[in-house]
């Protein structure tokens, strides 16, 4: 007897057609939400930070940080080398102006000192017999001139007597013309013997000149090796406090070596670091406020670095009244740097969201506050608590200002 077989519903051929068609469904239905607006995300309201854009003036100042740094400081370089014998003070004393911080020796040095005043005793020696050789010679021009004088003064007198003789023709022509010639002689003779203690005069002064510029030239070395052996002990070249003495007792120190600084603390600036994103917002003059204790003290920008280094450049900073009286080197200090005037702006909070977007996207909640989507912006300056919103928001907007780490690429969220 034939048995009747019954027909099953879900064959294996109606199953894979099923699942065929909702394959293509889902593909179509996909296609379609991505072409109308691209992917949504769930986000729980709270775990967001949502914003809202306000109207009110702009304030462009950035915090930077700063060192207090003395307005003046005097580095101490070694004039001569030589070997630590004896410190005077320890680092960070209070020093005044000419006290002694350390000594060096240096028997070459010393040496060279000796060398020096012998050459000087000698050269004054040297110029002492010049000197006498002179003034001798001097005399015994003067002595020969003298001698002449009286000799033409007495062949003066004899040749005025034969002059009378000879008219009255007592001598002869020939004693008369004796007399004559030994007067002329005597008179060129004179005459010769001034030119002669002129030019003595003359060579005198010269020698006398020389000799001088001569022991002149070796008192200035010796003066010099003088000094070169007193900055063996090194001092203080101003009133200040001492830092960074570096210097021991036994060490062997190089001409020209740093040996410390000496700080001017009458007065403080502060060095600071600002990112080089600003570098054509600062000039000389800007002003910045600092909060030091409990008072608030105006700074101004007094010198700029133009060097940039590691994306950052620095500026020195003075304050425009009295310094803190409790500052110290090296004391750090937060200073809000005004760029610009306040103006009025469309003000956006700062947030996280700044990190992924740059400032050019942001997602804006919709009235309803059920979601929230991608809208374009420009931002412009940026301070500690806003940055200035130049297109894409207007004042009562609400946005999502925290991070957007979690997003990914969606173009939607859906509160909830």
């Given at each position: 007897?034939?048995?009747?077989?019954?027909?099953?519903?879900?064959?294996?051929k109606?199953?894979?057609?099923?699942?065929?068609?909702?394959?293509?469904?889902?593909?179509?239905?996909?296609?379609?939400?991505?072409?109308?607006?691209?992917?949504?995300?769930?986000?729980?309201?709270?775990?967001?930070?949502?914003?809202?854009?306000?109207?009110?003036?702009?304030?462009?100042?950035?915090?930077?940080?700063?060192?207090?740094?003395?307005?003046?400081?005097?580095?101490?370089?070694?004039?001569?080398?030589?070997?630590?014998?004896?410190?005077?003070?320890?680092?960070?004393?209070?020093?005044?102006?000419?006290?002694?911080?350390?000594?060096?020796?240096?028997p070459?040095?010393?040496?060279?000192?000796?060398?020096?005043?012998?050459?000087?005793?000698?050269?004054?020696?040297?110029?002492?017999?010049?000197?006498?050789?002179?003034?001798?010679?001097?005399?015994?021009?003067?002595?020969?001139?003298?001698?002449?004088e009286?000799?033409?003064?007495?062949?003066?007198?004899?040749?005025?007597?034969?002059?009378?003789?000879?008219?009255?023709?007592?001598?002869?022509?020939?004693?008369y013309?004796?007399?004559?010639?030994?007067?002329?002689?005597?008179?060129?003779?004179?005459?010769l013997?001034?030119q002669?203690?002129?030019?003595?005069?003359?060579?005198?002064?010269?020698?006398?000149?020389?000799?001088?510029?001569?022991?002149?030239?070796?008192?200035?070395?010796?003066?010099?090796?003088?000094?070169?052996?007193?900055?063996?002990?090194?001092?203080?070249?101003?009133?200040g406090?001492?830092?960074?003495l570096?210097?021991?007792?036994?060490?062997?120190?190089?001409?020209g070596?740093?040996?410390?600084?000496?700080?001017?603390?009458?007065?403080?600036?502060?060095?600071?670091?600002?990112?080089?994103?600003?570098?054509?917002?600062?000039?000389?003059?800007?002003?910045?406020?600092?909060?030091?204790?409990?008072k608030?003290y105006?700074?101004?920008?007094?010198?700029?670095?133009?060097?940039?280094?590691?994306?950052?450049?620095?500026?020195?900073?003075?304050?425009?009244?009295?310094?803190?009286?409790?500052m110290?080197?090296?004391?750090?200090?937060?200073?809000?740097?005004?760029?610009?005037?306040?103006?009025?702006?469309?003000?956006?909070?700062?947030?996280?969201?700044?990190?992924?977007?740059?400032?050019?996207?942001?997602?804006?909640?919709?009235?309803?506050?059920?979601?929230?989507?991608?809208?374009?912006?420009?931002?412009?300056?940026?301070?500690?608590?806003?940055?200035?919103?130049?297109?894409?928001?207007?004042?009562?907007?609400?946005?999502?200002?925290?991070?957007?780490?979690?997003?990914?690429?969606?173009?939607?969220?859906?509160?909830?």
């Amino acid at each position: 007897m034939d048995k009747v077989i019954e027909k099953k519903k879900w064959s294996g051929k109606r199953i894979g057609l099923i699942i065929g068609v909702l394959l293509l469904i889902g593909l179509i239905a996909g296609s379609v939400y991505y072409a109308a607006g691209g992917s949504k995300l769930n986000v729980e309201k709270e775990r967001i930070t949502i914003s809202e854009v306000t109207k009110g003036n702009f304030k462009n100042y950035i915090p930077v940080n700063g060192v207090v740094m003395p307005v003046t400081t005097i580095y101490l370089d070694a004039m001569e080398g030589g070997r630590v014998e004896e410190k005077f003070v320890e680092d960070g004393t209070m020093m005044k102006k000419g006290q002694p911080i350390l000594r060096l020796s240096n028997p070459d040095l010393m040496m060279n000192l000796v060398a020096e005043q012998n050459g000087v005793y000698n050269t004054l020696t040297q110029v002492q017999i010049a000197q006498n050789s002179a003034r001798q010679t001097t005399v015994n021009s003067m002595n020969s001139l003298a001698d002449v004088e009286s000799q033409l003064t007495e062949a003066e007198r004899l040749f005025n007597l034969d002059k009378k003789l000879i008219k009255e023709k007592v001598i002869g022509s020939q004693d008369y013309k004796k007399d004559e010639i030994n007067y002329n002689y005597l008179q060129r003779k004179k005459e010769l013997q001034k030119q002669i203690l002129s030019q003595d005069s003359t060579t005198k002064t010269q020698q006398l000149t020389q000799n001088t510029r001569l022991y002149d030239g070796a008192q200035k070395a010796l003066n010099l090796m003088k000094q070169k052996v007193e900055d063996l002990i090194v001092k203080a070249p101003v009133d200040g406090q001492l830092t960074s003495l570096d210097a021991e007792i036994g060490q062997n120190i190089n001409k020209g070596a740093r040996l410390g600084q000496i700080d001017v603390i009458s007065s403080y600036k502060v060095r600071v670091d600002i990112d080089e994103h600003y570098i054509n917002n600062v000039f000389p003059g800007l002003i910045g406020t600092a909060q030091i204790g409990t008072k608030t003290y105006q700074l101004s920008i007094k010198k700029i670095y133009t060097q940039v280094a590691n994306g950052r450049f620095q500026v020195d900073m003075i304050f425009n009244n009295s310094a803190p009286t409790n500052m110290r080197r090296g004391q750090t200090i937060q200073i809000m740097l005004t760029l610009s005037d306040d103006r009025p702006a469309i003000l956006l909070p700062r947030g996280g969201f700044y990190q992924q977007t740059g400032g050019n996207w942001i997602f804006k909640v919709s009235s309803d506050g059920t979601k929230a989507f991608k809208v374009d912006i420009q931002v412009g300056g940026q301070n500690p608590d806003y940055y200035e919103v130049l297109h894409g928001l207007q004042p009562g907007d609400k946005v999502i200002t925290s991070s957007y780490e979690n997003f990914g690429d969606n173009q939607e969220l859906i509160l909830k």
